[in-house]
Each structure stands twice: as C-alpha cells, then as structure tokens.
C-alpha cells in the first residue's frame, strides 16, 4: 500500500494547501499545451484531409482517454461505460444543432459545451449512484449503461432516430471552413489537457490518489472518500461528453452503432494500455484507438485468407490486440507503454503515478 | 389476467436463468474476492462449442455435455490467469475484460458476426400447465437451472468440499492453517462456476434472439444485478435476486430491459449501499 505525501495529517494545513501547488508547474503545462497545440494545427496544413481526419479523431479520442485514465489510474475506479457518456455528449450536440444550428457557426462550440454539461449531470447521477458500495460495482453499473445506448435509442427513435441516428447539421451555408472541426477537436484536447495536467498535481489530484491508497487514511487527513469518488466520475464523464460531442461534429452524424458496449471495453483496456494515470498514456491510448482498426483492416488484407474471413480478421483483430495487451499489462508490465518508456529514457524506475501496482 | 400470468411465468423462467449467472458470480466472489466480468463471454464460448458439437454429432445433449466440459476447463484457466492480478480488485476487473475481447476476437474469427439460430432440445410445442400455455424451451431452461441451484446449494451444504469452499471463503487463513488447499477450492469454486455459466447460457440461447458473440452481456448484467441484489456473498440471495431481476425485466418488456436491469442496479446502490458488497476479510 502506498501512502501519497500529504502535507500534514491535521486537516486545516491540508486544506490551506494551494489548487496549483506551484505556479511554475501550472506555466510549464501552459507551455507544453500550447506548444504542442500550435505544432499539430500547423500539421493539419501539411497532412491530407484523410490524415487530417485521423489527427481529429485522435484528439477526440484524447479528451475520453485522458478523462479516463485520471478515473481509472489516479481514482482507481472503473468505468465499462464510457462510451454510453461519449453518446450522451454527441446525441445532445445532435439535438441541439439541428434545433438552433441555422441561428449562426457559432452555436456549434455552444451545443459541444452544452453536451459536456448533459454528460456532467448524467455523470452525476452514476457516480452518486456508486458512490458508497464497495467493490467492482461501479463497473457492473456502467456496463449495464453501456448496453442501455441502444434501447434507448430505439425506444426514443422518434427524436433519437432508432438504430440510423440523427444526422449533426454542420452550420448555415457557407458552412465551416475545411479545417475548422478538426481545429476546435485539437483545442478541445489541449484544453483538457492542460485541466487534467493541473489538477493532477493539485489538491484535488493528491486527494483522488490518497482515496484511491487508503480511503481510511484519507477519511483520517479530512478527505471525504465518497466525495472525492463522485467528483473523480464527473471529471471524467465531462471529458467523455466532450470527446462525443467532437466526434460527433467530426463525424457529421451520429448512431449508436458508433457507442456500442464494446467500445467501452475498448476505451478502458486502451487507457491500461498505454499507462492508467498518466496523461501521456492517454496520447498513447487514443492513438491505438485511432489505428488499430486501420492496421487490423490493412493486415487482414495483406494475409492469404479469402474475403470473408480477412473480413472477420479485420474486425477481430483490434479487438484481440487490446484484450492481449491489456492482459500483459495487467500481469506483467505495470505501468503500461508510457511506464515502460519513462523507465527507459531515464535509466531508473519512474515514479508511478497510478500504475496497477 | 392471463397476460399477467404469462409474463409473471416467462419472468421466472428467465429468472431462473439469472439466479444460475448469479449463483457463478456468487461462487467465484466467495472463493476469490473476485467478480468475474468474463462470465458471460465464457458461457457464449460454452455455446459456441455446444452448438458446433451439436451440428457434428447431431445430438442436443452431446452439445450440452461438451458446454458444461468446456465451461469447467475453461473456469479453471481463468482463475490460473487471473491469480496473478487478484491482488488489486481493480486489475482483477481489468483482466477479466481484456479476457471478453480475446474471447470475442476468437469468436469472430472462427464464426463471423451473424446472428445463428440454435436449436432447443424438444419442438417448440407449446405445453400447457394449469391452463396456460408455456413455450417448451422457458420450462427447460427452468428445470434445468433449478436442478443446477439445487445441486450446488446441496454441494454447499450438505458436502465435505463445501464445507471446504465456504471455510475459504469466509476466513482464508483460519482455512489453510487447518489444511485446506485454498488454490484447489478457489479453482474448483471457478470451474463450477464456469460450468453453471455454461449450462445457463446454452439453456437461455433458444428464448432469446440466437446465437452471436455478445448474446449474453444482457444476461450478465442481470445476473450481476441478481448477485448484488443478494448481497453477492449468499447462494440464496442470487437465487431469489435472480427472479426478481427476472420478473422486473419480463414486466418492463424485453424491449426495455437493459434500462429496466441498469435502474434496478442504481436504485440498489442507492437503497442498500452498505449491504451490498461485504468487505473481504483478512
């Protein structure tokens, strides 16, 4: 068992502790977002719309991943339905552009925001729900909402459109510049980042880490563990309203073949994959999330197999990397992809932010 | 009146079903402090093997024989795999799910994606009890898990292994300190339940839409609502969990019984948080 460093076991020194612990940390994030979010709007001038496509995706993807793996790694909670949250965020952009879309292009990053907003309360209401039981029931609860995207789709198919989806209405003529969703995505994922990046490493960050070690402990450092677990859920469920709501825009329509349960499986083994707790196992994530289904269709074809089982190879082979990836991490590599390169580059074991231990 | 009657039939029918998934739950927590996520994908595994050995050898039963087989290699693997990751629940949990996508890559791969129809072991001739009518595969799949509980609330209870089983599960170390083989009881507790798991699935397949690689993540989450229900350390309790979940999701309509399942599940953490999920003693 880990003990995380609090400042002092009395409960008023805890809480006198600043939100940014230090100003300089919180600048060093501010840099590296806006360096990193100045290089990939710079690489979409560059890259073809296709590749550009990709880069989009990818950052949607992040928004989920990073919110995720602040769940899974920093709080140690499970989600298995995450991808039910991502179409809470992308049905409500939906709803919301096809109502007042026409009004101007500037209702579009309205109707994302009012989508994490949806997501947040939805969030609210799970994590409240699987606030105080113990044990896996929380993944149990989230699995059961994952398989509910569909019913509730067709039960409501009058104003969510059944098994076809609705169609997200792009803006009034002329119409968004070519590059401008995948822009909004990018500035949508260096925002969280920069978000999550802080709150990691403020008070709120220690105290997902000290619930998560010992949650008497943290109940006995004035650290209220029910609380604090609510709170780590609806930060994450924001993040995966946004990230839906910006595939969704990305996308141009929505269903709910696009959130069906497995990709909620997939987006948890894909966050153990590239290193639960650690913001750049979250890059590491969206990007396997982004290319696997390309490299699985693109192997599948380049093997001697008849048509119909590449098909099948090209639809279980992702499937299969990320189940066996998440395996190995879970059994033998603590720390996943980020965790093995940090302990390379540095020559020393890496100080786990949230690793399975 | 009758609908009533029909749908309070069908629902502990499938309540049946749910109580068996339940039950596999149930034993596999007690032994290991573990919920087992992969329990559905391990049982549409089972059926996937019951339903190729049933079109080779043309017999249901030989199908059925060969699920529960599987269904007990394929309980004990898992415990194997996921000794190693039990120390954190979190992983364990983890494990369990990179295990479902394996399984439904495999499954995938060999069989595609559609939608089989399987077979039930009688015609689907209606048998009529007091009156009313009630399609054969309900009543089997009824009979059949009644018989499944009952074998192992005896097993439990009434056998030295039990006594074994539930001495784990309630003090580990008290149990091994007087000779118990904890690793065997804990693979055995899986190995049942993987065979519970099995049969269950197989049994539930004709009421529902067929045969497809995640036909029973409905299932499992009801019998998961089944097991929380019942406090998830009570054999009983999955089984009398089981038929509420089940008379719940006949009277919401099959239509809407994911959401029926899921509110079930929220209103539980709500109304019983503390009862829920004892903590592990140790």
């Known amino acids: 068992?880990?003990?995380?460093?609090?400042?002092?076991?009395?409960?008023?020194?805890?809480?006198?502790?600043?939100?940014?612990?230090?100003?300089?940390?919180?600048?060093?994030?501010?840099?590296?977002?806006?360096?990193?979010?100045?290089?990939?709007?710079?690489?979409?001038?560059?890259?073809?719309?296709?590749?550009?496509?990709?880069?989009?995706?990818?950052?949607?993807?992040?928004?989920?991943?990073?919110?995720?793996?602040?769940?899974?790694?920093?709080?140690?909670?499970?989600?298995?339905?995450?991808?039910?949250?991502?179409?809470?965020?992308?049905?409500?952009?939906?709803?919301?552009?096809?109502?007042?879309?026409?009004?101007?292009?500037?209702?579009?990053?309205?109707?994302?925001?009012?989508?994490?907003?949806?997501?947040?309360?939805?969030?609210?209401?799970?994590?409240?729900?699987?606030?105080?039981?113990?044990?896996?029931?929380?993944?149990?609860?989230?699995?059961?909402?994952?398989?509910?995207?569909?019913?509730?789709?067709?039960?409501?198919?009058?104003?969510?459109?059944?098994?076809?989806?609705?169609?997200?209405?792009?803006?009034?003529?002329?119409?968004?510049?070519?590059?401008?969703?995948?822009?909004?995505?990018?500035?949508?994922?260096?925002?969280?980042?920069?978000?999550?990046?802080?709150?990691l490493t403020s008070r709120v960050g220690r105290e997902f880490r000290a619930v998560r070690d010992d949650e008497v402990a943290a109940g006995l450092a004035g650290i209220p563990g029910a609380r604090t677990r609510v709170l780590a859920f609806v930060v994450s469920a924001a993040c995966a309203g946004l990230g839906g709501a910006l595939l969704a825009v990305l996308d141009g329509s929505v269903?709910?073949?696009?959130?069906?349960?497995?990709?909620?499986?997939?987006?948890?083994?894909?966050?153990?994959?590239?290193?639960?707790?650690?913001?750049?196992?979250?890059?590491?994530?969206?990007?396997?999330?982004?290319?696997?289904?390309?490299?699985?269709?693109?192997?599948?074809?380049?093997?001697?197999?008849?048509?119909?089982?590449?098909?099948?190879?090209?639809?279980?082979?992702?499937?299969?990397?990320?189940?066996?990836?998440?395996?190995?991490?879970?059994?033998?590599?603590?720390?996943?992809?980020?965790?093995?390169?940090?302990?390379?580059?540095?020559?020393?074991?890496?100080?786990?932010?949230?690793?399975?231990? | 009146m009758d609908h009533l009657v029909l749908l309070t039939l069908d629902g502990l029918a499938r309540g049946a079903v749910y109580a068996a998934f339940g039950l596999a739950l149930v034993l596999t927590w007690r032994g290991t402090r573990v919920v087992n996520f992969a329990q559905g994908a391990l049982a549409v595994a089972c059926a996937y093997v019951a339903h190729t050995v049933a079109a080779v050898t043309g017999s249901y039963w030989v199908g059925l024989a060969a699920a529960v087989g599987s269904g007990v290699v394929l309980g004990a693997l898992t415990e194997r795999l996921l000794r190693r990751a039990r120390a954190r629940p979190v992983d364990a949990v983890i494990a369990a799910v990179g295990l479902v996508l394996v399984i439904r890559a495999v499954l995938v791969t060999l069989y595609g994606t559609d939608v089989r129809p399987v077979g039930a072991p009688f015609a689907r001739a209606p048998l009529t009890v007091a009156g009313v009518e009630l399609v054969s595969p309900d009543a089997l799949f009824a009979a059949g898990t009644v018989l499944a509980v009952t074998l192992l609330l005896l097993l439990f209870h009434r056998t030295g292994t039990g006594l074994a089983m539930r001495?784990?599960?309630?003090?580990?170390?008290?149990?091994?300190?007087?000779?118990?083989?904890?690793?065997?009881?804990?693979?055995?507790?899986?190995?049942?339940a993987g065979a519970v798991g099995a049969v269950a699935g197989v049994l539930a397949l004709p009421a529902g839409p067929g045969l497809h690689p995640a036909a029973l993540d409905l299932v499992f989450v009801a019998g998961f609502t089944a097991a929380v229900l019942g406090g998830l350390d009570r054999p009983l309790g999955a089984v009398v969990g089981g038929l509420a979940v089940g008379l719940v999701l006949s009277y919401a309509g099959a239509a809407a019984a994911p959401v029926a399942a899921g509110v079930l599940l929220v209103a539980a953490g709500v109304l019983r948080p503390a009862g829920l999920f004892p903590a592990a003693r140790t």
């Open chain 2, 167 to 192: 001495a784990v599960a309630s003090a580990p170390e008290v149990a091994r300190l007087l000779g118990v083989r904890a690793g065997r009881v804990a693979a055995l507790g899986w190995a049942l």
């Open chain 1, 1 to 199: 068992m880990t003990l995380v460093p609090v400042t002092s076991h009395r409960p008023a020194a805890h809480r006198a502790t600043p939100r940014f612990r230090d100003r300089a940390v919180a600048a060093h994030h501010l840099l590296l977002t806006v360096a990193g979010f100045g290089l990939l709007v710079g690489a979409t001038f560059l890259l073809g719309p296709v590749r550009t496509d990709r880069l989009a995706t990818a950052a949607a993807y992040l928004c989920v991943t990073a919110g995720l793996t602040v769940l899974v790694g920093t709080a140690g909670q499970l989600s298995l339905g995450h991808g039910a949250l991502m179409a809470t965020g992308a049905y409500t952009v939906a709803l919301l552009q096809d109502s007042y879309g026409q009004r101007g292009p500037w209702v579009l990053p309205l109707a994302v925001a009012a989508g994490v907003l949806v997501t947040i309360g939805v969030g609210a209401v799970l994590g409240f729900a699987a606030a105080r039981p113990r044990g896996p029931y929380l993944a149990g609860v989230t699995l059961a909402v994952a398989l509910a995207v569909p019913v509730v789709t067709t039960l409501a198919a009058g104003v969510l459109g059944g098994d076809r989806g609705l169609p997200v209405y792009p803006g009034p003529p002329p119409g968004p510049p070519a590059r401008a969703s995948a822009w909004l995505a990018l500035a949508a994922a260096a925002a969280t980042l920069f978000v999550l990046a802080n709150l």
């Open chain 1, 255 to 357: 269903s709910p073949g696009g959130f069906a349960p497995t990709l909620s499986l997939a987006l948890l083994l894909a966050v153990v994959i590239g290193g639960a707790g650690s913001l750049a196992g979250a890059v590491w994530a969206a990007v396997l999330l982004v290319l696997l289904p390309d490299a699985g269709r693109a192997l599948a074809a380049a093997l001697p197999v008849g048509a119909e089982t590449a098909g099948r190879l090209a639809e279980a082979l992702p499937l299969a990397a990320l189940g066996l990836g998440a395996l190995v991490v879970v059994l033998a590599v603590p720390g996943g992809l980020q965790g093995l390169l940090g302990r390379r580059h540095r020559g020393r074991p890496r100080r786990r932010e949230g690793g399975p231990a």
